[in-house]
């Protein structure tokens, strides 16, 4: 029986709900009932579910188990790093010193709590190669949006804020490079990759000028190859005058290793989550850190978290800073998580994660084989990768039919995550993987087995995946369906 739930479309917490049922925790009032001001008081109730404690218990252990995390088995979905989360950070963010705390409180009674963002502080600015820090972003594109906005209040404080309006960005970045960019009003100029995949320099070199605000490179970029010229390329744009920002959201693959600042970059953001394992991708909050040199520290969002021999104090910032872009100081307890594993693995540790997560990137990349070479980018033989690659089933649609979108689906009834779909835009039929340094050899060798069992099962029984997958609750939602017309409310599902 509660099986069958498991396979069918749960009910709704709304559809659950019977009038009147609950649990009775309280005692009876045995004190004189005091209403707050009746002006302050809703006209009606609010439509919320009624359910017995029981009800709801089952209600949410039911969409539990229905989940896939990073703790229900292998999960390459590239360009995410759903890596381990160890348990000890999420124990150390629980501790009542740090949980229990309120953001208003008086500064003195935080201290502790001030001096773990200032040692994050202290950690990142050595993994970049940057100046200063802010931890207050919630997310790795909300990291850009405010470098983007950092670079555009040091040009309009050159008097230059009106001319400088192209951001110089190449087709394999993230998506929300240009999607940062256009949002603080510049014109995106789409820089081609050459034909090993990185930047063509010399399509960059022809784009920077007076006009030029910026560059912004996600690297290792999308297919996960490593720039080659980096440091030519922010030469190129600082000669015409432009800054360069580094989507730093992959530094799994370079952490301990190479560093933005180093490479001649002017900011940088960091994705905690992913880079750092606190939980995400439904299992918690994001936090970014934007780093920067020291020259546009005073443009950092505020506050910022001062340390005046060991007496920790929040500064608001001049007038120059950009303002607050989050609540508080952002995340807390994402920053937390974040230093708890990086003084776990310490300076040795953190070189070897992004070590090890190129290795196995590599490894699960060169066991992945398909009938007639018909998953490789171009038909080329792959070439070493950083902690992601990139498949491309272009062939293997032509001679079968079945495309990217059903080997994920196929995935699924493999008991594994799919990898990344249709990602990066440049790859046709892209599936992009990234199995982190946590996996065992042992994992990517059952992994590998099954893929490839997979691709082989394209050419000898193609419907099976273009049915496929049986084994989940819900089969093949209208994905184009639920992108363009969402349904995000209740209400409006049964307005409808
Ligand atoms: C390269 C890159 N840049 C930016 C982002 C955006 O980060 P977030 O999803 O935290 O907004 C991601 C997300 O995975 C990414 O992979």
Request: with cysteine.
């Amino acid at each position: 029986m509660a099986d069958d739930m498991n396979k069918m479309g749960a009910p709704l917490i709304f559809e659950r709900s019977k009038p009147g049922a609950r649990t009775q925790m309280l005692p009876p009032l045995d004190v004189p009932e005091s209403l707050p001001d009746p002006c302050a008081l809703r006209r009606c109730a609010p439509p919320l579910p009624e359910l017995a404690e029981g009800e709801v218990s089952r209600h949410f252990s039911l969409l539990e188990r229905r989940a896939f995390g990073v703790n229900n088995g292998f999960y390459p979905l590239g360009s995410c790093t759903m890596k381990y989360n160890p348990k000890l950070n999420d124990e150390m963010a629980a501790l009542p010193g740090f949980a229990d705390i309120h953001p208003l409180q008086p500064e003195h009674t935080v201290q502790g709590c001030l001096e773990a963002l200032s040692r994050l502080d202290v950690i990142l600015r050595e993994i970049t190669g940057m100046d200063a820090v802010s931890l207050q972003p919630a997310a790795g594109a909300q990291g850009e949006f405010t470098g983007v906005m950092m670079i555009k209040a040091y040009h309009e404080s050159r008097g230059e804020g009106s001319i400088r309006t192209k951001m110089l960005i190449p087709d394999s970045a993230h998506g929300t490079n240009p999607a940062s960019a256009a949002m603080n009003n510049y014109t995106v100029v789409t820089i081609p990759s050459d034909e090993n995949g990185c930047v063509d320099i010399n399509a960059l070199r022809a784009s920077a000028g007076s006009d030029t605000a910026g560059l912004m490179l996600t690297n290792p970029n999308t297919l996960g190859l490593y720039e080659p010229n980096v440091a030519e390329l922010t030469r190129i744009v600082h000669d015409a005058g432009g800054l360069c920002y580094y989507d730093g959201a992959n530094l799994n693959a370079i952490m301990g290793r190479a560093r933005p600042g180093d490479m001649g970059f002017d900011a940088a953001h960091l994705n905690l989550h992913k880079t750092f394992a606190a939980p995400h991708g439904g299992g918690g909050p994001g936090g970014a850190a934007v780093c920067c040199k020291a020259f546009l520290s005073e443009y950092l969002p505020s506050p910022i978290v001062t340390n005046d021999n060991g007496a920790f104090t929040l500064d608001c910032g001049g007038s120059s800073s950009i303002g607050s872009i989050h609540a508080f100081y952002g995340n807390f307890l994402v920053c937390l998580k974040a230093l708890c594993y990086l003084l776990s693995l310490g300076r040795d540790g953190v070189t070897l994660a992004s070590s090890n997560a190129v290795l196995n990137a590599n490894y699960l990349m060169r066991k992945l084989t398909a009938p007639d070479n018909a998953i490789l980018l171009d038909g080329k033989p792959p070439r070493a990768c950083m902690h992601e690659f990139v498949l491309s089933l272009k062939k293997l649609k032509s001679a079968t039919g079945v495309s990217a979108l059903d080997v994920a689906k196929g995935l699924l009834d493999e008991g594994m995550h799919p990898p990344t779909m249709y990602f990066p835009l440049i790859v046709d039929e892209a599936l992009m993987f990234e199995p982190t340094e946590t996996e065992s050899r042992d994992e990517l060798d059952a992994a590998a087995q099954k893929i490839t069992a997979l691709l082989n099962r394209a050419f000898t029984d193609p419907e099976s995946l273009r049915s496929a997958p049986r084994s989940t609750p819900v089969r093949r939602p209208d994905e184009v369906k639920a992108a363009r017309s969402p349904t995000l409310r209740y209400g409006c599902r049964t307005a409808q």
